[in-house]
C-alpha cells in the first residue's frame, strides 16, 4: 500500500476517537477545582447543621478612589461568582469594594451530603462571612435566584442593607400556589442527573436569551457543565436537587411588602424563566415567567422600589449587555 494511501487509513482510523476527544466536556470537578476564577477564591470556614463547611468567594478591593462602600453580589442557581466578573471590575472601578460568594451547594464551595437548605440559611451564612470581613453594610444585588436570596436577606437583616438591587430575580410569582405540581427531591434529583452542556445551552438559549445566542455565553455553559462531566456529578446533582426544592417550596415574594430598604428591580423584559412550567398544565405554562407583568407587580409591592427595564434583553442583562448593565447599577447605587 502506497503511503499516502496508509496514512489516509490511518487518519480515517484514528479521525472518530479525535472528535470524541474535541468534543469531550471539561471536567472541572465537583468543587470547580479545574475552573479558574477572575480574583484569587478565599474560603471561609464555618460550622453549620452539626458539620464544618467552606464557602468560597471573592473579596475584591476597589481599584480606584476608595469610596468607602461595599457591594455584595449573589449569584443565581445556574451561575456562580465568577459570571459577575464584568461587574466586578465595573464596580471595583467605580471605588466599591465587592463581595461575591459561592452559596454552599455551589460552584467553588462545599457540597455537603446532608443540609437543609433554606433562604433564611443562606442569609444567614452571607451574613456570618461578611461579619467576618468587618462589612456591616452593603449594596446586596441579587440576580436569578440570587434575588430571592437578597430579598430574604433584606428582610432578615435590613439594617445590614443600604440599597436591595434585584436583577432578574426568580420568585416573582409562588408557582405552586399558581398550580404548578409539586415533586419530591428524588425526582429533582433524578432530573439534575441528566444535565449537561447540551441541556444547560438548551435551556439558556430557549429560556433566558429569547432563541438567540452568543459565543461568549459558552464560557459560562461549560463551567457549569464541567461540574457534572466527571466524578463528583451525583453530589453536585443532589445539592441542585435540595436547592431546587428550596426554591420552588419557599416564596418570598409574599413578603414584599415588608422590605424597608431602598429597591432597585431590574428587569430583561424578554425573561420567560419559571420553575417548572415543564410539569404545569398548558394554559398555566404559557402565562407563567411573564416577566414585564411580573416586573411592574413587584415594584408596586415593595414600598418605593424602582424599575428598570431592559427591553431587548432577557435573563442575565449582566451578561448579555453588561456595559449598559453596569453603567444602570453604578446609576441606581449613586443615587442612595
Known sequence: MPPSIRLLATFLLLAPAVATAQSAPSVYG???????????????????????????????????????????????????????ESAIEALTGAGYRVVAPDQIGFCKSDKPERYQFSFAQLAANTQALLASLG???????????????????????????????????IGLEDWKAEGVPWQDIDAWYAGELKTDFDSIKRYQREVYYSGQWKPEYERWVEMLAGMYAGPGKQQVAWNQALASDMVFNQPVVHEFGDIRVPTTLFIGQRDRTAIGRDRAPPELATRLGDYPALGKRAAAAIPGARLVAFDDLGHSPQVEAPARFEAALLQALEAH
Open 30 to 84: 465537583p468543587r470547580l477545582q479545574g475552573f479558574e476564577y477572575p480574583h484569587p477564591v478565599r474560603t471561609f470556614a464555618f460550622d453549620s447543621q452539626r458539620q464544618s463547611l467552606e464557602m468560597a468567594y471573592l473579596d475584591v478591593a476597589p481599584t480606584a478612589t476608595a469610596n468607602g462602600r461595599s457591594v455584595v453580589l449573589l449569584h443565581g442557581k445556574n451561575f456562580c461568582a465568577a459570571t459577575w
Open 135 to 169: 462589612i456591616e453594610r452593603a449594596a446586596v444585588v441579587g440576580h436569578s435566584m440570587g434575588g430571592m436570596l437578597a430579598a430574604r436577606y433584606a428582610l432578615q437583616y435590613p439594617d445590614a442593607v443600604e440599597h436591595l438591587v434585584l436583577v432578574n430575580p
